[in-house]
């Protein structure tokens, strides 16, 4: 067996049914293969991209992996459809969806995986809850901090 040595920051939301029972669930189910050393609290944020669906929770969890990027990625896919996420179209409503932020200080530019996330630098929801675990990141060239000050005007967060 591989050790858990690669440090990689995961963001899990959740907009159908019980959102908060979701986000658990999906947690539980990440545990049976990494190790979860800090989480975020759970905040509520606007749908992003596609408006028109109810709000999402969501929150950040820094992990210790021994799985290789495409083997997470492929983790996390089961873990999605096993808690009942059905993808309708992109960017729509689901029962729980998990997105590797940034692994190691992989960079990486495929159809299926894209790291650090191709969007996470623009989105509020991804941003303060990677701060609450202590990432010390940097997204498009911009710390965490400095990505929180330039969206806290354009995008609401609060707690779920």
Not at 45 to 69: H, I, T
């Amino acid at each position: 067996m591989r050790p858990f040595n690669r440090w990689v920051y995961l963001s899990v939301g959740s907009n159908v049914g019980n959102r908060k029972t979701n986000l658990k669930k999906a947690v539980s189910y990440l545990k049976r293969r990494l190790i979860v050393v800090t989480s975020s609290k759970i905040y509520e944020s606007e749908p992003w991209g596609y408006k028109k669906q109810k709000n999402f929770c969501n929150l950040a969890l820094r992990v210790k992996s021994n799985l290789k990027p495409y083997e997470l990625l492929r983790f996390a896919k089961q873990i999605e459809r096993k808690l009942g996420r059905n993808k309708k179209f992109k960017w729509g409503p689901r029962t729980v969806d998990i997105d590797i932020i940034a692994y190691q200080n992989i960079i990486l530019r495929t159809k299926n995986l894209w790291l650090p996330h191709r969007w996470a630098a623009e989105r509020l929801f991804v941003v303060v809850p990677l701060l609450d675990v202590g990432a010390e990141l940097k997204l498009n060239g911009l710390s965490l901090e400095e990505l929180k000050s330039k969206l806290e005007g354009i995008q609401s967060l609060k707690t779920c």
